[in-house]
């Protein structure tokens, strides 16, 4: 099972920050999740909240603005995909407005990265499965009526081969499902020793932590 740091390893740095990835990193993670928005001039800026603590959309105000309301530096996706080559990248889109800018970052980087593209927003993965040559996951929040469905809504798109499960929607029996078709599992949102166990046990491809340690990293 893969171990990625959720936003980068963020106990003693702030998250999404390039402090928190290189902790993450020197723990010895097989990757890293992050979050890609667009500022308001335009740049894919690596941002998880829609607002700023400053109480300003993020997609209304600029790079250094966000920088400014945030207090600490706030990286590119450029920025990060060029300072560490050798993790596996999880880059979740949070928008569908950030997909150009985050494309076009991406399409550089998609030959000498690996990267896995995942989105709440399905009409995202389903753009980058035509348009990159990366793998690609759906985030999945609520537990889907028929796993079969939403499997052959993805026919003809073979770059989307993951599902991104929410650890309170994890079904045994729906991640059989997903493995029978030959996709792979992810799971993020494990709080506890517990709960890093019970992934550890379901054959998942992945586990996407805030608490990597939890899951075996740098032990």
Request: proline share 5%.
């Amino acid at each position: 099972m893969l171990i990625l740091a959720h936003r980068g390893l963020h106990a003693t740095q702030p998250e999404n920050t390039m402090g928190a990835f290189a902790a993450a990193q020197k723990l010895g993670v097989d990757g890293i999740e992050t979050d890609v928005r667009l500022s308001a001039d335009g740049r894919p800026v690596i941002m998880h909240d829609r607002v700023t603590p400053a109480g300003r959309a993020v997609s209304a105000i600029t790079h250094r603005e966000i920088e400014r309301d945030v207090g600490h530096a706030v990286p590119l996706l450029g920025d990060i995909l060029d300072a560490f080559p050798s993790v596996l990248w999880n880059i979740e889109i949070k928008h569908p407005e950030a997909w150009p800018a985050a494309s076009a970052v991406l399409a550089e980087f998609q030959s000498s990265r690996r990267i896995l593209l995942s989105s709440f927003r399905h009409d995202v993965v389903f753009r980058s499965a035509e348009e990159l040559d990366i793998d690609c996951a759906l985030l999945i929040a609520s537990r889907p009526l028929e796993v079969d469905a939403m499997i052959a809504a993805c026919n003809g798109k073979p770059r989307i081969r993951n599902i991104v499960w929410d650890y309170n929607i994890v079904d045994e029996s729906m991640l059989r499902a997903v493995t029978a078709y030959g996709w792979n599992n992810y799971v993020y949102g494990a709080l506890t020793v517990e709960e890093h166990a019970r992934c550890a046990g379901l054959g998942l491809r992945g586990l996407i932590t805030d608490h990597p340690q939890r899951a075996g990293a740098g032990a």
